[in-house]
């Protein structure tokens, strides 16, 4: 056929010709690399091909055309065999070279004088497109899961330890100290929950100043619901009360924190609400919302005006920065709302990650919820100062701390505090044996001394950022009061909360040795056999992109990185990986629990991080100074280019791994998850992809997509007694109702910003309500705003 010449000169097929030559010019180059670090030789073998087939096309040979044919029919043949049939891990390996055959077979035609030639390009173009559906039908099974078990049946319930209970009312971050995050609720139920509707919607008015200012906002709330009030806090840490069946605000307090306090991002995850012992209803600060702010004050309000209680502190704040030496602006924040247990206001704070080893202290500090008076303070490097420090000393710098949210329990007067990393997460050459001994660990603190009873550790000398972000969650295992403890790492553990021995199996794993600092690395780490989030290594073959181009950018990657699998050590001389990244896993949205089933909930985020330790001098060429130094500043996500100051070793981490032209991830999807675990018998009862791709795409272009392909998320759900999950946390702007019993998705409404934030459920005048703050938030890039929107089924009548 090829012997015919051609009717006319066709420039279609040169175009054609010369695309076709151009990108198989790039795969054999880059498939030449790869094959050279031991990888897949497909990309160099593809794009000789293809080179062969683009320059036969641009000279007007029809064998071109058949040569492309070819090179598609091999790369089908070898996509299902290396990936089967996973509709996601297909789209790079064929979608693109799909669209490339319909460009070949429509001026193939041109280049023959061959009788029914055009038959031959429509008959060609309906295969193509069947091809299409097929491939359609396979992603849409993706979207499928399997029902693993049943649902456990209703039992007697677990005993809350707490003082207040989530029943019509919210009254603590995670419904109560046990931090559940369940509520007896239920009037919406999977047989009605189609119809809710939006029953308000409300606009705080916070939001940023500036477009620097925006790239900071990320507001994580959950609010409060107390009687006849819902309390909101926005960044900024303006509270305001809410009615909760309209949403018309009763008051608002502004404790006016300034921007240049504003740390990694402005987040106020919460607040807390105390009753004073003995204290008549009606006097002033009887009731009051406890909160921390960005710029670390204390605050006690009266829970019916606003107004701050004059008896607590100063005018009704504490500066939470005394003791601790010099603190600039950003570097000590409360985003995370305190744990109140035996009348003692327990909390933490964030320091400013990766500016310096000798960041302030994370210094533990228990108040007086009524005056305010530092009632002791826990420094792990001073175990006998009680209070303040001496005359002239100050709290230990640089140890670890407590950024996120702690739980308590009221009757064994403990407080579960999730342990954060010593200062300079990526680098521990300088860490001081008590450093060693609490960090990345849950320390059970005695709310009436500030001594620690006990503590369970996670990981040894962590050098990943593997930090506790999430809550632990109080229940009864088997008899025992116990919690559940999740983790970035995807790791879940249950623990006897009066002792800290692990209840379920923990076993040990052998540990990478080396990177900059090999005799500082363990040789084991400890894992979970219980149960855990976390999927199996990554190899080259779970690389991806839009096209093979870039999918093959990704393997050249992988191939060229220290990895030797989970908890490779970051290396300065070449990238590593780190997978799980330091978004988890589990991060401070934690997990959900149905006390009356056993059932947990826990949605998780599946990519990993690409890491390299920048040495000093090249650091300070590139300007990576700490935050409020000549040049200093903080930009991107975390650990992109933060300076580790007093280490040998500043940090560059692109999390999530991302193709810095098109923003793709070089892990295959999905990269988020939502699974169910039966408590008693730990075993999963389903587990599927979360999160939808209608707001994903490369260069930022929303796909639009409705198609699910398991997204980033931050915040958690909440689980309801009638069998309902609630969770937003996605990236792709929907809150959504999932059958606890089978995961399957029974209702959607999309937000006006991103949703991450955990919701809550209370009723009002016998109406149930579910109610999300729509944020939005700067490191998931989803849009920013201010709304609090509130649902519930239509009013009969």
Request: glycine content about 12%; charged content about 20%.
């Amino acid at each position: 056929m090829d012997d015919i010449a051609p009717r006319r000169r066709s420039f279609a097929a040169m175009i054609v010709g010369a695309l076709v030559a151009l990108i198989g010019t790039v795969l054999t180059i880059g498939g030449g690399w790869l094959v050279i670090l031991d990888g897949s030789p497909y990309y160099l073998l593809a794009g000789l091909a293809m080179l062969a087939s683009g320059i036969l096309l641009f000279r007007q040979r029809l064998l071109g055309g058949w040569v492309y044919i070819a090179v598609f029919a091999a790369t089908v043949i070898w996509a299902f065999w290396e990936v089967g049939a996973n509709g996601w891990a297909l789209v790079p390996r064929l979608i693109a070279p799909l669209v490339l055959l319909i460009a070949v077979v429509l001026v193939m035609p041109a280049l023959t004088l061959a009788h029914r030639r055009w038959t031959f390009a429509f008959g060609g173009l309906a295969a193509v497109l069947l091809v299409f559906i097929l491939g359609g039908v396979i992603i849409g099974k993706e979207n499928e899961h399997e029902v693993l078990a049943e649902l456990p049946a209703e039992g007697s319930g677990m005993a809350d330890p707490s003082p207040l209970h989530a029943d019509s009312d919210w009254p603590a971050y995670g419904g109560s100290y046990a931090a559940r995050r369940y509520t007896p609720l239920s009037q919406i139920t999977p047989a009605n929950v189609s119809k809710l509707e939006r029953a308000w919607l409300v606009h705080t008015g916070d939001m940023p100043s500036s477009k620097e200012v925006a790239g900071k906002y990320g507001d994580e709330n959950t609010p409060l619901k107390v009687g006849d009030t819902l309390y909101v806090c926005t960044p900024k840490n303006w509270i305001l009360a809410l009615d909760p069946a309209t949403g018309r605000q009763r008051w608002k307090f502004d404790p006016k924190v300034p921007d240049a306090a504003i740390p990694y991002t402005a987040a106020c995850r919460g607040v807390s609400y105390y009753e004073v012992p003995g204290a008549a209803g009606d006097e002033p600060c009887a009731r009051r919302i406890i909160f921390g702010t960005l710029d670390a004050r204390l605050f006690a309000l009266d829970a019916a005006t606003g107004r701050p209680c004059e008896d607590f502190g100063t005018n009704g704040q504490v500066d939470t920065t005394i003791g601790m030496g010099q603190t600039r602006p950003g570097y000590v924040s409360i985003n995370s709302p305190p744990t109140i247990v035996h009348g003692v206001v327990v909390t933490g704070h964030q320091v400013l990650d990766g500016q310096d080893r000798w960041e302030p202290s994370g210094v533990i500090r228990g108040f007086d919820a009524v005056t305010g008076k530092l009632d002791w303070a826990w420094d792990m490097m001073h175990p006998d100062w009680n209070g303040y420090p001496p005359p002239g000393e100050e709290w230990a710098r640089g140890t670890p701390n407590m950024w996120t949210i702690a739980s308590g329990d009221e009757d064994l007067g403990l407080v579960y505090l999730p342990m954060g990393n010593s200062a300079a997460d990526y680098w521990s050459g300088k860490r001081r044996p008590p450093e060693n001994f609490y960090a990345t660990s849950l320390v059970a603190l005695d709310v009436d001394t500030g001594k620690p009873r006990w503590r369970f550790q996670a990981v040894k000398k962590d050098v990943w950022d593997y930090d506790f972000g999430a809550q632990a969650t109080l229940i009864d295992y088997k008899g025992t009061p116990a919690l559940v403890l999740p983790s970035k790492q995807g790791d879940i553990y249950i623990l006897d909360r009066r002792t800290g021995k692990p209840l379920t199996p923990v076993g040990t794993i052998r540990a990478p040795i080396g990177g900059v600092e090999p005799q500082e690395r363990a040789e084991t780490q400890i894992v979970s056999r219980w149960q855990t989030l976390r999927k199996p290594d990554l190899t080259e073959q779970d690389m991806w992109g839009m096209s093979p181009i870039d999918q093959m950018i990704c393997r050249i990657q992988f191939r060229k990185a220290s990895y030797d699998g989970f908890y490779t050590p970051p290396t300065a001389d070449r990238h590593s990986i780190e997978y799980p990244g330091y978004n988890g896993g589990t991060d401070w949205g934690g997990i959900a629990v149905d006390p009356r089933r056993g059932v947990i909930v826990a949605n998780y985020n599946d990519m990993p991080n690409y890491v390299r330790l920048v040495p000093r001098k090249k650091a300070e060429e590139l300007g990576w100074a700490p935050r409020g130094e000549a040049r200093g500043g903080i930009g991107g996500a975390e650990g992109a280019g933060d300076p580790q100051l007093n280490t040998p070793y500043a940090i560059d981490v692109n999390a999530g791994w991302r193709l810095p032209l098109t923003g793709m991830l070089c892990k295959q999807p999905p990269y988020g998850g939502l699974r169910a675990i039966d408590i008693a018998t730990g075993k999963t009862l389903w587990d599927r992809p979360f999160g939808t791709a209608r707001t994903n795409g490369p260069f930022g272009i929303p796909s639009m997509l409705p198609l699910t392909i398991g997204t980033p998320n931050n915040g958690g759900a909440v689980v309801t007694a009638s069998g309902l999950i609630f969770i937003a946390a996605a990236t792709d702007n929907l809150i959504r109702a999932v059958d606890l019993a089978t995961g399957k998705t029974l209702w959607t409404d999309k937000l006006p910003a991103g949703g991450q934030a955990t919701p809550m459920v209370y009723q009002q005048n016998g109406r149930e309500y579910l109610v999300i703050v729509a944020g939005g938030h700067h490191f998931m890039e989803t849009p920013i705003g201010d709304e609090v929107i509130a649902y519930a089924l239509p009013q009969s009548g």
